[in-house]
């Protein structure tokens, strides 16, 4: 196995509370390709104490993630479906013709 020496470096991020810093590990270069890592493939970060491991996803672990974001995505539009039909069914009761629309009455002085 071969091994390459890198620093931690921070990074700012800005809660509500104030700015804080966090540590971060930054990897570029021609190395990554070589060794399976495109420029937009997915990886997994495994993390135990004291040792880190990033692997790019296989296939089959592609198509699973790729079906859990299709299966949420499904129940959120659900919940927005149903929330939709709600609005409408209360919607339509409150706008029911009570047969008084359109008639004026104008009292006529002679």
Not at 48 to 72: M, N, Y
Not at 86 to 98: G, I, Q, W
């Amino acid at each position: 196995m071969k091994s390459k020496n890198m620093k931690v470096a921070y990074s700012t991020r800005y809660p509500q509370n104030g700015a804080c810093t966090v540590p971060k590990i930054q990897m570029e270069g021609k190395w990554l390709e070589n060794l399976g890592f495109f420029v937009g493939s997915t990886v997994i970060v495994e993390y135990e104490e004291g040792s880190i491991r990033i692997r790019p996803l296989s296939e089959e672990e592609l198509v699973i993630k790729e079906h859990g974001e299709l299966q949420a995505q499904l129940k959120h539009k659900e919940k927005e479906l149903r929330l939709m039909q709600t609005s409408y069914e209360n919607l339509s009761k409150v706008a029911e013709a009570s047969g008084i629309y359109g008639k004026h009455s104008v009292n006529k002085s002679k």
